[in-house]
């Protein structure tokens, strides 16, 4: 019988990635998720029967258990930034994912491998990137050998970086942003899903990995680079952290009016905060080098998906050479 990896948090947008990759290797997969009705696009990865979407809440021992119980592998793909509610960065990035290391221990798992982040730091100011180092602190002293991958900002079809922008960019000449001069050094969905499947599959030696894409620029910079590649002209304003803090702040307290019940997703206090950061690779860490896997370009791949933001859609290789036929 083949083996059986358990990817929490698999319908995801870097989950559904490693799902589809361990599917082709030819693994059962669990994709555990806490709506697993809304996750039934999953299931075509593989034969019939051979991705199935279950129930999982990464805060309950039982509900952990039952997703991992005869897994080989588990991969934790949970990630939050919300600081209200039940499903906390503190809930979720920390205590979650030492729930999911501490049974995947107890129940004997071969590999575990748990997504991270760059800018995982206990001493950060912000929540989001301090959780994140908690969670990897127990991930390593309950399982030791597990691979932990820390990508920087991730870019592909579903990302949120590159479609929010594209898509502010519709509606008005200035496209405002926050942390404008911070670097970045974004990598490729569908490496950091090949690094996840290499350290589920035991191809990849234990530790953390830092990963991140070919090209480092400023937020401002990578802003630039969407407009070309979406056709339009906009002036892209460099908002300073102190109007960042205050729109975060008033975002926070609108969802707070609301009990939580409605979401900001403008730009949250804890964001501003790590947005003051690098988000880059380390110098002298492990990398997508050391896991035999090339980081994927930028410009090979931001055409493929944000087309649909051009002012002509599919249309604009067309209408770019009509400009150029000459008039009758």
């Known amino acids: 019988m083949s083996k059986l990896v358990t990817i929490i948090g698999g319908s995801g947008f870097v989950g559904r990635y490693i799902a589809r990759g361990m599917a082709k290797e030819g693994w059962r997969v669990r994709v555990a998720v806490r709506r697993p009705n809304e996750a039934l696009f999953v299931k075509p990865y593989g034969a019939v029967g051979q991705v199935e979407p279950i129930l999982c809440n990464i805060r ?151 990963l991140g894409g070919p090209d480092v620029d400023s937020l401002k910079g990578l802003v630039a680079k969407m407009l070309v590649v979406i056709r339009r002209r906009r002036l892209v304003l460099n908002l300073p952290f102190f109007v960042g803090s205050i729109i975060g702040t008033l975002a926070d307290f609108g969802s707070a009016l609301t009990l939580g019940l409605v979401r900001n997703t403008l730009l949250t206090a804890d964001q501003v905060r790590s947005l003051k950061a690098d988000n880059v690779v380390t110098p002298g860490a492990k990398t997508l080098s050391d896991l035999g896997i090339i980081p994927t370009d930028l410009d090979a791949v931001l055409p493929e998906y944000l087309w649909r933001y051009r002012p002509a859609g599919q249309y604009a290789a067309i209408t770019e050479s009509a400009k150029n036929l000459r008039k009758a």
Do not use: W
């Open 60 to 210: 309950d021992d039982a509900s952990v258990l039952a997703a991992i119980r005869g897994a080989d592998a588990v991969v934790n793909c949970v990630g939050t930034f919300d600081r209200m509610g039940r499903n906390t960065c503190e809930a979720v990035n920390a205590e979650g994912a030492a729930r999911v290391a501490r049974i995947a221990a107890a129940e004997g798992v071969g590999a575990l491998v748990h997504i991270s982040s760059i800018g995982a730091d206990a001493a950060s100011a912000s929540s989001y990137s301090a959780s994140k180092a908690r969670g990897e602190q127990a991930i390593l002293a309950a399982f030791p050998k597990a691979v932990i991958l820390r990508p920087s900002v991730i870019f592909g079809q579903e990302d949120g970086l590159f479609n929010r922008f594209a898509g502010m960019s519709r509606l008005g000449p200035v496209l405002p942003l926050v942390g404008g001069n911070t670097r970045f050094q974004p990598v490729y969905v569908g490496d950091v899903a090949a690094a996840a499947v290499k350290g589920a599959t035991g191809a990849a030696a234990p530790g953390v990995y830092e």
